[in-house]
């Protein structure tokens, strides 16, 4: 890239990460010559975009910056000409989630953000509205990079690849950062002395350590991962550990979220004493933006408070400022990106999205070979990947046919009638959302099928009021 007046948008502006996006651009004020930055939302969090968008004007003029912030409900406005797009919205806000969490949950199903059937219909909601960006940047920005970290990041990565036949885009995820900047301290060593290597997919990887003699150094994180600390687990998993007998056959350390499928008895009950007493990890979330909205409203505050940390998707937004300074000053960082696979994780299609170290320049990622996989590991990934494959396929076509068919593949979701109830309720309940499914869910409101949850059922009736 050539430019030397970078234009940056987001997607999602008036998030509560955005002071983190703020301070991840203002670190990098060497390596990025921004001119002006575009924080875009929707009617209905523009009061959230207000209160963000001003705070981050004060962190860039106490910064000593001239860079231009603008706040706006304009998507095409902001996209034109823009050099790169991040995204990092939430179609249905956090109430969604809240219905994502207690709808299974109600049934004795785990109930989480992006596994689950949760993860399931956060895909359905958000796939339709990626690929309207996307059409978007087609027209406005033609040659601009699309950073994702939308979750499900993979998910929402592969749609933009296979349905929105986007090629400029990197998906991330804070978990593989959060991972290397715990184990260096477990035995000693600084990142720079270590090298890592990452496969699998979003939310669902592995990975292998080697320190700067060669030697590999993954069973000693394993060993100290069963002392005191369990490196770079996200703030919204439980700490149930792992089995060790389980890491030392696998030889790999499995990512936190791989505790919903290795412990999944532990994980589902710990979920279900939350529900129980009305504190599921979206109601506690709800009570922590609230909050960082109130520090956020201080016309001193001009920097990232710490409570952010609290919010589960720490180091997000710098890993996506990191990327955006590797593209442009074709920097070749390691990353752990979701990219095209082109051969790096043999186990899977070459043409798919994977989430795999790679190198970020000018070319965008270029995937490390990993390599194959053992049995159980290889068996797993197959499985996760499919089902991704069918969820967005889902998501893009409204087949109610393959949306039970993604139900029924989830390891987290025994199959049946109780996952099909869970199904529908979910189409109910987000029908705001889900235009695509449209046929089917006036189908099953005329079949009577209500949502039984009565938190997530309230929330419902609001969210209908809202959109129609």
Not at 22 to 32: D, V
Not at 239 to 245: E, L
Not at 272 to 294: C, D, S
Not at 303 to 311: G, I, M, N
Request: a negative charge; charged letters at 25%; hydrophobic letters at 40%.
């Amino acid at each position: 890239m050539s430019h030397d007046a970078l234009k940056l948008v987001t997607i999602g502006g008036g998030s509560s990460y955005t002071p983190e996006l703020i301070e991840g651009y203002i670190k990098r004020r060497e390596q990025l010559p921004i001119k002006e930055i575009w924080l875009v939302d929707i009617e209905a969090g523009m009061e959230k975009l207000k209160i963000v968008g001003a705070m981050a004007q004060r962190m860039v003029k106490a910064a000593g910056l001239d860079w231009e912030v603008h706040l706006t409900l304009d998507r095409q406005a902001a996209l034109k000409d823009a050099d790169f797009v991040s995204t990092q919205f939430r179609v249905g806000r956090l109430p969604a989630r809240i219905k994502d969490e207690r709808i299974p949950n109600y049934y004795g199903l785990i109930g989480q953000e992006t596994n689950g059937a949760g993860g399931i219909f956060k895909a359905f909601r958000t796939v339709p509205v990626i690929l309207d960006i996307v059409a978007d940047m087609k027209r406005l920005c033609p040659q601009a990079w699309l950073i994702n970290f939308t979750n499900p990041s993979g998910m929402i990565t592969e749609a933009i690849r296979t349905y929105g036949h986007w090629d400029r885009v990197i998906g991330l995820c804070n978990v593989p950062v959060m991972a290397m900047l715990s184990e260096q301290e477990l035995i000693g060593k600084t990142l720079d002395q270590l090298t890592y290597k990452f496969a699998g997919i979003d939310h669902f990887h592995w990975h292998r350590v080697w320190d700067e003699s060669g030697q590999e150094v993954t069973m000693t994180i394993i060993d100290k991962l069963f002392g005191d600390n369990d490196a770079g687990l996200p703030t919204n998993i439980f700490d149930v550990p792992f089995f060790k007998d389980q890491l030392a056959a696998m030889r790999m350390i499995p990512c936190g979220y791989h505790r919903y499928y290795y412990r999944q008895e532990e994980m589902t009950a710990h979920g279900l004493a939350e529900y129980r007493e009305n504190k599921t990890r979206a109601q506690q979330v709800t009570q922590i933006e609230e909050e960082l909205f109130e520090l956020y409203r201080d016309p001193e505050l001009d920097y990232k408070p710490k409570q952010l940390a609290e919010r589960g998707g720490a180091h997000y937004s710098d890993a996506a400022c990191e990327a955006i300074a590797s593209i442009y000053r074709d920097k070749k960082t390691h990353m752990v990106v979701s990219t095209l696979n082109q051969g790096s994780v043999p186990d899977l299609p070459s043409d798919h999205v994977v989430e795999v170290s790679a190198q970020i320049g000018a070319a965008g990622a270029v995937p490390m070979a990993f390599g194959h996989f053992q049995p159980a590991e290889r068996g797993w990934l197959q499985l996760m990947k499919n089902m991704e494959l069918v969820i967005v396929e889902a998501a893009v076509t409204g087949d109610y046919g393959l949306a039970l068919q993604a139900f029924t593949m989830n390891p987290l979701i025994p199959s049946g009638a109780t996952a099909k109830r869970v199904l529908d309720e979910l189409l109910i309940a987000h029908q705001a959302y889900l235009p695509q499914f449209a046929d089917k869910i006036q189908a099953l409101i005329a079949a009577g099928i209500m949502v039984q949850d009565t938190v997530a059922a309230e929330l419902s009736e609001v969210t209908q009021v809202v959109s129609d």
